[in-house]
């Protein structure tokens, strides 16, 4: 366990509440606030801003702001995550959000280090940091302001069209370095992202953001991650999710088929059972391991290629 020292000022570290929650629950947290989205805010200083992953395709470092989201989807693979503190991966991860307020400093710092070679930087790969607690924080702006001070390049993850407030830093870094930002719309369809993702904002909001982005001249474009078995993976649900993108500007394209980590697994499978109990059968079979069979995600691909191939003739 981590020593408290003798004259400690400001919130507490990610350590000491993981410490906290381990032996009182949430209810330790004394010093959380609760607001007015029912969410319970914790500020905490975290010792590294920038964070070495292994095995991803296309980053090594990641920047997260927060941990835990208010969007709450239940798919997200994410919510393993908060296992790490304590917490639970299934209510508590949208419920109770970790708030990283000396986060800006301590990446600047980073910045700083001669031994820091200036790598892209994937921002918002394991919690949204447009969640709506941005709009108090403004912790992911001054994130970007001091990537852009460095000159450093970035990509964004993110569900949040509040990404358009920030469309004059983005600018700035594009200018300055590789920026790109990638929406997450996985589905276009209502009822499907009532469904799957209860605290995001509408799909055809998230596109807007996308056009008003590109339009600024920022290069960005549309995720659609994850497609989820049986429910978001239907080709005519595809081909609308894709034509809407296409309609809106994005200039990058990406999609992949939902996995299945620990954490995740567990949340999304009771959700399932109560939610689509008809899916749980089939869902034991295509995921008898973290990922769906290779031959599923294949086909899905495939689909997926064709789909985008049939819009832009169409578009073109």
């Known amino acids: 366990?981590?020593?408290?020292?003798?004259?400690?000022?400001?919130?507490?570290?990610?350590?000491?509440?993981?410490?906290?929650v381990k032996q009182g629950g949430v209810a330790a947290l004394t010093e959380a606030e609760r607001r007015a989205d029912a969410a319970t805010y914790q500020e905490v200083r975290?010792?590294?801003?920038l964070n070495y992953v292994k095995g991803m395709r296309y980053f090594d470092w990641t920047l997260n702001p927060y941990r835990g989201c208010t969007h709450g989807c239940h798919y997200c693979y994410a919510r393993r995550y908060h296992k790490q503190f304590e917490?639970?991966?299934?209510?508590?991860?949208?419920?109770v959000i970790l708030v990283k307020t000396n986060f800006v400093s301590v990446l600047r710092r980073e910045l700083r280090k001669p031994s820091w070679t200036g790598e892209l930087a994937a921002i918002g790969t394991a919690t949204d940091c447009y969640q709506p607690i941005e709009g108090t924080y403004k912790i992911t702006r001054g994130t970007l302001e001091a990537l852009c001070e460095f000159s450093n390049p970035a990509s964004i993850v993110t569900k949040g069209p509040m990404i358009v407030r920030d469309k004059d830093v983005l600018a700035d870094?594009?200018?300055?370095?590789?920026?790109?930002?990638?929406?997450s719309v996985p589905c276009v369809d209502e009822d499907?992202?009532?469904?799957?993702?209860?605290?995001?904002?509408?799909?055809?909001q998230r596109l807007r953001a996308v056009r008003e982005l590109v339009d600024a001249g920022i290069d960005a474009g549309v995720l659609m991650s994850p497609i989820v078995p049986g429910?978001?993976?239907?080709?005519?649900?595809?081909?609308?999710?894709i034509k809407a993108a296409a309609d809106h500007g994005a200039k990058i394209w990406g999609c992949n088929v939902m996995h299945l980590e620990a954490g995740t697994r567990d949340h999304f499978m009771r959700w399932l059972e109560q939610e689509?109990?008809?899916?749980?059968?089939g869902y034991r079979q295509l995921y008898a391991g973290k990922y769906a069979p290779s031959a599923y995600r294949q086909e899905i691909k495939k689909v997926v290629g064709a789909i985008k191939t049939r819009v832009h003739e169409k578009a073109g």
């Open 1 to 20: 366990m981590e020593e408290p020292l003798l004259f400690d000022i400001g919130p507490p570290t990610t350590r000491r509440i993981a410490d906290l």
């Open 46 to 49: 975290c010792r590294s801003a």
């Open 87 to 95: 917490l639970g991966a299934d209510d508590e991860f949208a419920s």
């Open 173 to 183: 870094l594009s200018a300055r370095a590789t920026c790109s930002v990638h929406v």
């Open 192 to 204: 499907v992202w009532r469904m799957l993702e209860p605290g995001t904002a509408h799909p055809m």
């Open 231 to 241: 429910i978001s993976s239907k080709p005519s649900l595809i081909e609308r999710t």
């Open 276 to 281: 689509q109990p008809h899916l749980v059968d």
